[in-house]
């Protein structure tokens, strides 16, 4: 019986602020995942400088791809097939990630194939979760993005609810900012909630009238906002731990709602969460119970698989590339790339 040979994807993610590079073997095993943070950089303007990451990525993306490698412990000639985000995110950023694998590929003649960054997240939740498999329903929570996904087979996505304005980690880091914690706030929030009451103050949960598992997080940063300037024209000293523990519980209880709202409609029994907020431990812990309450079984990613990550986009590289998918050479960034489109 001849046996069947190991895919290896090597992959490379440069959508936002991270440079990353690693190599996965047959979807599931992680061997190497490079992450150059360009994070203490940013911090100093309070949000991410397009032009600065891409010059970023510039610098570092051959020396991460090379250590990638190095760490799987393989060369370019037992890598199978190139993976790497093409869209959605910044394309001064994605161009970079892109250009390399490009010309990797064309170097070595291995296949090319872009990858949807969001569905690198929802991936993710394969690296650690050996049984997980379709169907099952995903919380796509991240910077940019937030989305509630049925995720009917490798590949193949149905967007059920998404934010009508900011993104949930787009609404940590604002509220973070205004409470003067910087960048990036989600990790910051998720501290400093830890010495705050949650009940202290009762910011608004919004609920969409047309549908009912979009979300809307932008008048729960206004009402954030306006709670501070009340407080400050009032002389009125502001726990800012209050407001951290308050806002997150609101954050929480829209996701934990909406979630398992759907679950229950369509029946199903498991839920992953994915992005960058998915590594809040109260978001976990709220889901956690509900999902125990409701028999659902609940996955997660470690939070190195949460935020952006190569690894993320090699699985997801690997079930495309099973699929059949390759991209040519005329791939390009794609920054308003819509899940599902090609
Ligand atoms: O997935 P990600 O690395 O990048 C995007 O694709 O957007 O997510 C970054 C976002 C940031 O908004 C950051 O504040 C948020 O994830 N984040 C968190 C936590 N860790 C990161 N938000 C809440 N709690 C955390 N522990
Ligand atoms: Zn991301």
Redesign the pocket.
Same mark, same amino acid.
């Given at each position: 019986m001849s046996e069947e040979k190991d895919v290896l994807i090597l992959s490379i993610e440069s959508?936002?602020?991270?440079t990353s590079a690693a190599v996965v073997k047959n979807g599931r095993q992680v061997l190497s995942n490079v992450i150059h943070s360009q994070i203490d950089l940013h911090t100093l303007y309070g949000g991410v400088v397009p032009e600065i990451a891409s010059r970023q990525h510039i610098e570092k993306i051959n020396q991460v791809i090379r250590k990638a490698l190095l760490e799987a412990g393989v060369t370019l000639d037992d890598i199978t097939a190139i993976a790497v985000t093409y869209g959605p995110?910044l394309v001064g950023a994605l161009l970079v990630g892109v250009s390399a694998a490009k010309a990797i590929a064309f170097a070595t003649g291995k296949p090319l194939i872009g990858v949807h960054?969001?569905e690198g997240?929802i991936c993710a939740n394969y690296i650690e979760n050996k049984d997980l498999e379709p169907p099952f329903h995903c919380l796509v929570?991240?910077? #940019?993005?937030t989305h509630l996904v049925y995720v009917s087979d490798y590949g193949s996505y149905e967007i059920l609810g998404r934010t009508r304005d900011d993104?949930? #980690?787009?609404?940590?880091?604002k509220v973070?900012r205004a409470i003067g914690l910087g960048? $990036?706030?989600? $990790? &910051?929030?998720? &501290?400093l909630s830890d010495e705050g009451d949650p009940e202290a103050i009762v910011f608004p949960r919004a609920k969409m009238a047309d549908n009912e598992y979009d979300f809307s997080f932008s008048g729960l940063k206004s009402a954030v906002l306006n709670y501070l300037n009340s407080c400050q024209m009032a002389g009125q000293e502001i726990n800012r731990a209050d407001v951290a523990a308050s806002f997150?519980k609101a954050?929480t209880d829209v996701l934990t709602d909406h979630s398992i709202s759907a679950m229950k409609r369509m029946g199903l029994d498991k839920l992953a969460m994915?992005?960058?907020?998915?590594? /809040?431990?109260?978001?976990r812990a709220s889901m956690k119970k509900a999902c125990e309450e409701n028999n659902i079984k609940l996955y997660y990613p470690s $939070?190195i698989y949460?935020?952006? /990550?190569a690894a993320m986009i090699g699985v997801a590289g690997y079930y495309e590339y099973i699929k059949g998918t390759r991209s040519g050479y005329d791939l390009n960034a794609m920054p308003g790339l819509k899940l599902g489109e090609r």
């Amino acid at each position: 019986m001849s046996e069947e040979k190991d895919v290896l994807i090597l992959s490379i993610e440069s959508s936002c602020d991270e440079t990353s590079a690693a190599v996965v073997k047959n979807g599931r095993q992680v061997l190497s995942n490079v992450i150059h943070s360009q994070i203490d950089l940013h911090t100093l303007y309070g949000g991410v400088v397009p032009e600065i990451a891409s010059r970023q990525h510039i610098e570092k993306i051959n020396q991460v791809i090379r250590k990638a490698l190095l760490e799987a412990g393989v060369t370019l000639d037992d890598i199978t097939a190139i993976a790497v985000t093409y869209g959605p995110g910044l394309v001064g950023a994605l161009l970079v990630g892109v250009s390399a694998a490009k010309a990797i590929a064309f170097a070595t003649g291995k296949p090319l194939i872009g990858v949807h960054h969001i569905e690198g997240h929802i991936c993710a939740n394969y690296i650690e979760n050996k049984d997980l498999e379709p169907p099952f329903h995903c919380l796509v929570v991240s910077g #940019g993005h937030t989305h509630l996904v049925y995720v009917s087979d490798y590949g193949s996505y149905e967007i059920l609810g998404r934010t009508r304005d900011d993104a949930a #980690g787009e609404a940590f880091d604002k509220v973070a900012r205004a409470i003067g914690l910087g960048y $990036p706030g989600g $990790p &910051k929030i998720d &501290k400093l909630s830890d010495e705050g009451d949650p009940e202290a103050i009762v910011f608004p949960r919004a609920k969409m009238a047309d549908n009912e598992y979009d979300f809307s997080f932008s008048g729960l940063k206004s009402a954030v906002l306006n709670y501070l300037n009340s407080c400050q024209m009032a002389g009125q000293e502001i726990n800012r731990a209050d407001v951290a523990a308050s806002f997150q519980k609101a954050v929480t209880d829209v996701l934990t709602d909406h979630s398992i709202s759907a679950m229950k409609r369509m029946g199903l029994d498991k839920l992953a969460m994915a992005g960058g907020v998915a590594s /809040n431990r109260h978001l976990r812990a709220s889901m956690k119970k509900a999902c125990e309450e409701n028999n659902i079984k609940l996955y997660y990613p470690s $939070p190195i698989y949460c935020t952006d /990550n190569a690894a993320m986009i090699g699985v997801a590289g690997y079930y495309e590339y099973i699929k059949g998918t390759r991209s040519g050479y005329d791939l390009n960034a794609m920054p308003g790339l819509k899940l599902g489109e090609r």
